[in-house]
């Protein structure tokens, strides 16, 4: 029986009538990802690069959010060509590649999630979940319609190639990541110092320059929002294990004070 597949998240910012907002998921659980699709929210990333996440549990959160109104985007761990066909074989259409600092970085992506001889992804659609299993007609000759690619901008090298990466043909829109991009300039965990956000919109400026979509990574609502009023299609304004380990602590404030340091406000971090 013919399948049809779900449109990609480059469909979904394509049709988008304002920035969409996202969390992630880190905690590798099913149940999370399918309470976190329940939530409203646009977008997932489900990440395999900092959190506890291999082929079978994000094949699960898949699966768990597959009946919900939501898009998820996979971030691999690297930009390995083997891992991503991997990831793309079990199904995941939406890719995030971090630490992607040039155009040539860029460029081994996309070839990573292109069939020959356009790329270099191996060939495995009747194994596969990607084509469940062959029914999903010409899935083969269709594939670049069924998978995104995002790449993650979080150097200062990236930084000042971010037009040329942004311009890659096959490159659907570029993540800004704050965090390690403080840390490439020497402002190790001040994602919100001056001359990060500064980076963070000149990166911006660029990415829109070349006519692709441009998100980040921002927790701290003031921010998310300036970011959104400078351009971003797209950003992540929470994840799972944050709201967990912060919710958990502000029970703990309140019912166990005896047991929270009393100089720390949870609802401040």
């Known amino acids: 029986m013919p399948l049809r597949l779900m449109p990609t998240f480059r469909d979904a910012l394509g049709t988008a009538q304002r920035p969409l907002a996202g969390m992630w998921v880190c905690t590798g659980s099913p149940l ?3 309470i976190c699709a329940g939530s409203g929210l646009e977008w997932l990333l489900v990440d395999m690069e900092h959190s506890p996440n291999g082929l079978e549990s994000v094949l699960a959160q898949l699966q768990a959010v597959a009946a919900y109104p939501v898009t998820p985007v996979v971030r ?11 990831v793309l074989d079990l199904g995941a259409q939406n890719l995030l590649v971090p630490m992607v600092s040039s155009a040539q970085d860029a460029q081994a992506a996309v070839e990573a999630v292109r069939y020959p001889p356009r790329g270099r992804r191996g060939v495995g659609s009747a194994l596969s979940r990607s084509a469940r299993w062959n029914r999903v007609d ?35 829109g570029v993540f800004v990541g704050p965090s390690d991009l403080a840390a490439s300039m020497g402002l190790l965990g001040q994602q919100s110092h001056r001359d990060v956000v500064a980076a963070v919109h ?5 990415v829109r320059a070349a006519g692709t979509p441009v998100g980040v990574n921002a927790f701290d609502p003031t921010l998310a929002r300036s970011y959104t ?3 971003a299609s797209f950003v992540l304004v929470g994840a799972d294990v944050t709201l967990l380990a912060h919710g958990s602590e502000e029970l703990a404030h309140r019912f166990a004070p005896a ?3 009393p100089g720390r406000d949870p609802a401040a971090t």
Request: no cysteine; proline share 2%; charged share 25%.
């Open 32 to 34: 999370v990802a399918e």
């Open 229 to 231: 009023d400078a351009g």
């Open 76 to 86: 691999v761990p690297v930009g390995d060509v083997v891992t991503i066909k991997q």
């Open 202 to 206: 000149r990166t911006f400026e660029a």
């Open 259 to 261: 047991t929270v340091d």
């Open 138 to 172: 010409g899935y083969l000759d269709d594939a670049d319609q069924h998978v995104s690619l995002f790449v993650q901008i979080e150097t200062i090298e990236g930084v000042a190639a971010a037009g040329a990466i942004a311009a890659v043909d096959g490159v659907d």
